[in-house]
């Protein structure tokens, strides 16, 4: 899954900065709709750019269900997560780098979840590009390997 993101996103990257000629016109606000497949959560993120460097702050929320691998039921009911980072433009790319905050609510499980799934915060790494006024591209939880999927508008 982590090889197949990664490869669309390089695809993107590569094939909107050879399409696009560069233009100083900057736009400053982002808001991006998130899809978190590993907990089949939805949110919202908004960046705003000053200059090249910029801050974002998004929030998300899902529920985890499924298989730990040995047939051990878990479910894990309104997954909260609050992000805040900083970001860099280089023409058409987006680099992320931010902090998470993860609240988890009611827990089902028999048996005992890995620690590293349920620490509250976490660092999340990501990349971005923009096709005139969209933009699209992924994060990563860089402790949890839990991905993101975004596509957004600038404006």
């Known amino acids: ?12 990257i590569s094939s909107s900065l050879m399409a696009q000629q560069y233009q100083d016109t900057v736009k400053k606000n ?23 460097m910029g801050v974002y702050g998004s929030y998300s929320n899902g529920s985890y269900n499924g298989y730990d691998g040995e047939d051990h039921y878990y479910l894990i ?3 909260h997560e609050f992000a805040l980072g900083i970001s860099f433009r280089y023409r058409y790319t987006h680099f ?18 890995p620690i590293t799934a349920l620490q509250p915060i976490s660092l999340e790494a990501g990349i ?10 992924c994060r990563m939880d860089v402790i949890k390997w839990e991905g993101s999927f975004e596509v957004g508008i600038l404006f």
Do not use: S
């Open 128 to 137: 971005a590009t923009e096709i005139e006024w969209i933009i699209f591209g």
């Open 30 to 52: 982002t808001v991006l709709f998130t899809y978190h497949p590993e907990d089949n959560g939805f949110g919202v993120r908004y960046g705003r750019y000053l200059g090249l």
């Open 1 to 12: 899954m982590k090889n197949i993101i990664l490869t669309i996103l390089l695809i993107a």
């Open 96 to 113: 992320l780098a931010g902090l998470n905050y993860h609240i988890y609510n009611q827990r089902t499980t028999e048996y005992p979840i």
């Open 77 to 79: 009911k309104h997954h």
